[in-house]
Structures are given as C-alpha cells and as structure tokens.
C-alpha cells in the first residue's frame, strides 16, 4: 500500500514545482553576484601646520618627501642663525649635507592630532627637488660656518654665485657668537644663573613652522630624573654662552615661583616677564604649571 502512493506523492510534488516557477516574474530573477573589489587603501590624511610651535626635537629626524611623496632626504639637524632663522641640515647620504630654510618645507602631519597640541611632524614636503638636489653640500658638519649657510640660502633665493665666486663676507672672520648653532648641541646643555646657580637645562627649542624661526628656548628646571620639573618659555637672545653652559637673566626663586608652560600645549611665544621680577596676570594660552 505504501509504495502504491510513492509515485503520486512524487507527481504531486512536480506539479507544484512546477506551479511556483510558472508563476515567478521573469523580470524579478537575480542578476549574477558581482565580484568584491579589492579593498582600496585609505590614504594617510595629513594637513599643514601653520601656527602651533613644534619641538625642535621632533623635527629632526623627519623624512622629506617630493610631490609624489617619494623621499629625498632626511632631516640631520636644525642650524640656529643669530636671529634665530633655521635651516634644516639635510643628509644627502653620499653628497654630504645640505642647508634648505626650514620655511622652504611644508610641514605635514596627522589629521586626526588635536589642533592645539604641540604637533608631531608627520613628514616634510619640498617643492622644488631639483634646487634641493643641486644645493651646496658640505661633509664635515663642525665646518659649517656663517659663509656657507648664506651660500646655501642664496642658492634658493636664485642668488647662487659663480663658480669660483665667494660669498659676499667670506672673507672676514665671523666671531663664534656669529655662527649657526645646531639644535642638537642646544638640546641638553645646562643653564645657570647669572650669580652661578645651576638651574636646570635647555630641554628643547619651540619652532615657529610657519615663520622658519625659533620662537623660543623651552627650558627645564627644577625635579629630580624628569619627575617634578617646570618648563618655561624663554626668548634665545636672552641666553648667554658662559662656558659650556647659557646663562639665563632670572633667579633660581623666580624660575621656581612662576608658572610655566605646558611642553604638550606649547605657546606660540616665550613668557616676557621671565627676568623682569613681574608676575603675569594669567598663565595664557599653554600655559603649566
């Protein structure tokens, strides 16, 4: 009895197939699956940094890119002029270093950075390679000298001399206060007080991007291995060379006393009152404790 109904529950099951696939829409069938794209790689947002000082001490070490940015050097060292103009020092690797003014870079970073943080220079962009490429270079780093920084910066301004030409003040002896200093021996070196107490160090150097120069020297003092120190704000041409340290025109008490600066936030320029024997009103915009 059982397998007597087998084939009419087969016929039964075919007809309604074949009902459901009368009665499909034609125009309702699916079109094939289209095949996934590869996904594309998110290019890494950056934007330019005009206003926020930036740490001397990020900046070296920074790779400088083309317009394709395909890298064409690296960032040596900064040279600190006597009015505090800087051109970054770059390695060439074989040809030796060459100065570009730092205003003749655009500074990149990160996007998503927060606007009034001290910013982290993703990369430097240069505009023309091929000036870059054809700038004087020099081997021996403790060479450089007031002549071939303004050689150097004379090739960019389209002033490059003549082969065999020296630059305009070549040959007169430039006093040691005259010539460029490189951030890198900046960094690190102690300060004291004009009556002689050692107060702490030059920590780093605040670089206005957008102006090529060093707004200020952020200085270190007080603490004990990092932990505990005030940093402050204060105008380069106020150090003194004294030795193998800079001498700052402030007491040991009133570096103590007043507020300083933010090193994350840094300020876009020096607290003026340093060495005035005058309090600032409010601790401004950076400001620490």
């Known amino acids: 009895m059982t397998f007597k109904r087998f084939p009419i529950a087969l016929a039964l099951l075919a007809g309604a197939l074949s009902g459901a696939t009368t009665a499909q829409d034609p125009g309702t069938a699916y079109p094939p699956a289209k095949p996934e794209s590869p996904a594309a790689t998110e290019p890494k947002a950056v934007v330019t940094i005009v206003s926020t000082p930036a740490r001397a001490s990020d900046i070296i070490g920074t790779e400088i890119v083309d317009a394709s940015d395909k890298r064409v050097g690296e960032v040596d060292d900064l ?81 490059t001399p003549a082969a065999g030409d020296k630059p305009e003040g070549a040959e007169k002896t430039a006093s040691a206060a005259e010539h460029p200093v490189c951030a890198k021996k900046l960094i690190g070196t102690e300060i004291e007080t004009t009556s002689g107490d050692d107060v702490g160090e030059i920590q780093d150097l605040a670089i206005d991007l957008s102006k090529g120069k060093v707004a200020y020297a952020v200085l270190s003092v007080g603490g004990v291995l990092g932990v505990g120190e005030k940093h402050h704000g204060m105008a380069l041409d106020r150090l003194t060379p004294h030795g193998d340290k800079y001498q700052v025109p402030a007491t040991k008490d009133e570096l103590k006393d007043k507020p300083g600066i933010d090193i994350k936030r840094l300020p876009s320029g020096p607290n003026l009152s340093l060495g005035t024997g005058t309090t600032p009103a409010s601790k401004g915009a950076g400001a620490g404790t």
């Not at 990149?108 to 270079?137: G, H, I, N, Y």
Request: some cysteine; proline content about 5%.
């Open 79 to 159: 040279l600190v002029a006597k009015d505090g103009q800087v051109c970054a020092l770059v390695d060439r690797k074989d040809a030796g270093l060459a100065a570009i003014p730092l205003d003749k870079l655009t500074a990149k970073m990160d996007s998503k950075a927060e606007p009034a943080a001290t910013p982290d220079v993703d990369k430097f962009a240069v505009a023309d390679v091929a000036r870059l490429q054809s700038a004087p270079t020099i081997k021996d780093k403790d060479k450089i000298d007031v002549a071939w920084v303004k050689s150097s910066c004379d090739h960019y301004k389209g002033n």
